[in-house]
T-cell receptor, first 119, second 108 residues
Framework: GAVVSQHPSRVICKSGTSVKIECRSL??????MFWYRQFPKKSLMLMATSNEGSKATYEQGVEKDKFLINHASLTLSTLTVTSAHPEDSSFYICSARRGGGTVLNTEAFFGQGTRLTVV | KNEVEQSPQNLTAQEGEFITINCSYS?????LHWLQQHPGGGIVSLFM???GKKKHGRLIATINIQEKHSSLHITASHPRDSAVYICAPRGSNYKLTFGKGTLLTVNP
C-alpha cells in the first residue's frame, strides 16, 4: 500500500524555539494533506488542510501564524510550530490523500506521527 | 453530543474471543474509516467503506448508512490485536471526524 513518511518521530525542544515536522508521500502524489493533533486520551483533531501550491485552510481555533503549513510539492508538506510553548506539547500526525479518485473511493494514508515535547 | 460515539471505550478479552466494536455517528458521510493506533502512536487505516461489509483476514467491518452505524469485528482475537481502534467518518470534503477510540487489550 501507499506509504506516508513523517519525520521526526520524536522531538524535544526548548520553549521559544521553532520545530518543523515533515510529511512525505513516498510512492504517490498527495493532492491534499491533513494535519491533526492529539492530546493524551483525546480524539484526533483536525488542525488544517493543505493543498499543493495553495494556502492551507485552518480549522477554527487553530492559529495559522503559530502553526505554519507549507505544501510546496505534491509529495511534501511541512508543519512548523513557531515559538513553541509547553502547551504545544502533543502528538501531531499527517494524512495524505492520493490525487484522483472520488470521495467514495479515495483512501487516506497516515504518517507515523510526531511526539513533540516542549520544555 | 459528540458527532461520533464509539462503544465500548475499553475492552479486555481473552485470546481467541470474538470482538465487536460499535460506532454511531450523526454527521452525513461519504465513507467511514476504521483505524488502528498502536501505543507508539502510528495510525493504520484498516478499512474504508461506504456500504455493506468488508473483510480482511480476521477483521470484518460493516456499515449501515440508513442507521448511521458501523461495527468492527475481530475473530479469533490475538494479543497482537491490542491497540486503540478508532472510527472516523469522512465528509464530502474528505475531512475525517474521529471517535475517541476503543482501547482493546487481548490477554494470552
Amino acid at each position: 500500500g501507499a506509504v506516508v513518511s513523517q519525520h521526526p518521530s520524536r522531538v524535544i525542544c526548548k520553549s521559544g524555539t521553532s520545530v518543523k515536522i515533515e510529511c512525505r508521500s513516498l510512492d504517490f502524489q498527495a493532492t491534499t494533506m491533513f494535519w491533526y493533533r492529539q492530546f493524551p486520551k483525546k480524539s484526533l483533531m483536525l488542525m488544517a488542510t493543505s493543498n499543493e501550491g495553495s494556502k492551507a485552510t485552518y480549522e477554527q481555533g487553530v492559529e495559522k501564524d503559530k502553526f505554519l503549513i507549507n505544501h510546496a510539492s505534491l509529495t511534501l508538506s511541512t508543519l512548523t510550530v513557531t515559538s513553541a510553548h509547553p502547551e504545544d506539547s502533543s502528538f501531531y500526525i499527517c494524512s495524505a490523500r492520493r490525487g484522483g479518485g472520488t470521495v467514495l473511493n479515495t483512501e487516506a494514508f497516515f504518517g507515523q506521527g510526531t511526539r513533540l515535547t516542549v520544555v | 453530543k459528540n458527532e461520533v460515539e464509539q462503544s465500548p471505550q475499553n475492552l479486555t478479552a481473552q485470546e481467541g474471543e470474538f470482538i465487536t466494536i460499535n460506532c454511531s455517528y450523526s454527521v452525513g458521510i461519504s465513507a467511514l474509516h476504521w483505524l488502528q493506533q498502536h501505543p507508539g502512536g502510528g495510525i493504520v487505516s484498516l478499512f474504508m467503506l461506504s456500504s455493506g461489509k468488508k473483510k480482511h483476514g480476521r477483521l470484518i467491518a460493516t456499515i449501515n448508512i440508513q442507521e448511521k452505524h458501523s461495527s468492527l469485528h475481530i475473530t479469533a482475537s490475538h494479543p497482537r490485536d491490542s491497540a486503540v481502534y478508532i472510527c472516523a467518518p469522512r465528509g464530502s470534503n474528505y475531512k475525517l471526524t474521529f471517535g475517541k477510540g476503543t482501547l482493546l487489550t487481548v490477554n494470552p
